[in-house]
């Protein structure tokens, strides 16, 4: 019997890899997905679930796809020492995120998506991180408060916001106006830059995501259950050189973002949450072998494969009705 069913995906880095493991064995126990979300890698996953690509299709494009590449350097990161601060210093990362958003930008291109216009309404649902006004945005509904039509945003330019992680890829800038009152005729409009970054920062699992609103009854007259996709598991405590400013904010940031995968999951959320083990990778290992990338595929196995035997659609009713408000059932 087909399920159909709305996904949240949990960030992590290149330890995203994980996710599509767990996806291949929810689709092949019949499961489809409605309304998908994520942070990061998860809204990686996610976007490209809404644009048609199923879990074997992922896993395919995941093999193929050095990562290494996304930290390409620029002629001024590649000046030794001096090169990657300067840099830091002036566009805020240490690597640029274009070449993610093109990467992503093709593979959508291919399934014929480019806006979120070309999507279902309320389809996908990426989650950023304002951190020059400290709010959490879920796009691409909430672009429009920068004047900007939510149809109209690029899909590739929302994951690219909601992977930016912090000092390592370059934020995305929104420049826009800001009126204020007039008190002197010295004071007149000025630029405001807005700098959009992970959307981990203030939400790295957005599992209450579809909570809040009734998405009303999928294909069977019933409603529409929502399962979590959560990565867990510390990485391995290798030990990190701190030679410098650089490298001590690279280590405070890793710390920062691994710390996410530690974080409690309340005793409400287990029953829609498939918890799935890292085995020790790090957010920022983009240098995966492929063994280490296999692993990880496995991980997500072993895990959707362990929820999914113990899942059913009246466990889930009840457990929603036990946990009153968790979700609208």
Do not use: C
């Not at 093709?106 to 990426?126: E, M, S, V």
């Not at 957005?206 to 009734?214: G, K, N, R, Y």
């Not at 990565?231 to 280590?251: D, E, F, T």
């Amino acid at each position: 019997m087909r399920v159909q069913v709305n996904a949240v995906f949990q960030g992590g880095g290149v330890k995203g890899i994980a996710l599509t493991g767990a996806i291949t064995v929810a689709e092949q126990r019949g499961f489809q997905f409605h309304n998908v979300a994520g942070t990061s890698s998860g809204a990686i996953v996610a976007s490209l679930l809404a644009a048609g690509y199923d879990g074997e299709q992922l896993r395919a494009i995941i093999e193929q796809t050095p990562f290494a590449t996304f930290m390409g350097q620029s002629m001024l990161s590649s000046v030794k020492v001096v090169g990657p601060a300067v840099r830091l210093l002036l566009k805020k990362g240490l690597y640029s995120g274009d070449p993610l958003e093109t990467w992503i930008e093709r593979l959508l291109a291919a399934k014929g998506i480019r806006t979120f216009g070309d999507l279902r309404p309320q389809q996908l649902r990426i989650i950023a991180s304002d951190i020059s006004q400290g709010k959490l945005l879920v796009l691409p509904d909430d672009i429009a408060k920068y004047g900007i039509d939510p149809l109209q945003l690029t899909v590739a330019r929302a994951v690219r916001m909601s992977a930016s992680l912090p000092f390592f890829f370059d934020p995305v800038v929104i420049h826009r106006k800001k009126t204020f009152r007039k008190t002197s005729p010295l004071v007149s409009n000025l630029d405001t830059d807005i700098y959009i970054v992970d959307g981990g920062v203030l939400s790295n699992f957005p599992l209450w995501i579809f909570d809040d609103e009734q998405h009303g009854l999928n294909r069977d007259r019933r409603p529409t259950p929502t399962i979590g996709f959560q990565l867990v598991g510390r990485a391995a405590q290798k030990p990190r050189h701190i030679g410098g400013p650089l490298s001590m904010l690279q280590a405070m940031f890793t710390t920062m973002m691994d710390a996410h995968d530690e974080r409690f999951i309340e005793k409400h959320n287990e029953f829609r949450t498939i918890k799935i083990s890292t085995m020790g990778v790090r957010t920022t290992d983009f240098d995966l072998s492929k063994e280490e990338s296999s692993l990880l595929f496995e991980s997500g196995v072993r895990a959707a494969s362990k929820f999914f035997q113990a899942w059913s659609y009246q466990t889930y009713v009840a457990m929603a009705a036990k946990w009153g408000g968790v979700h609208k059932i």
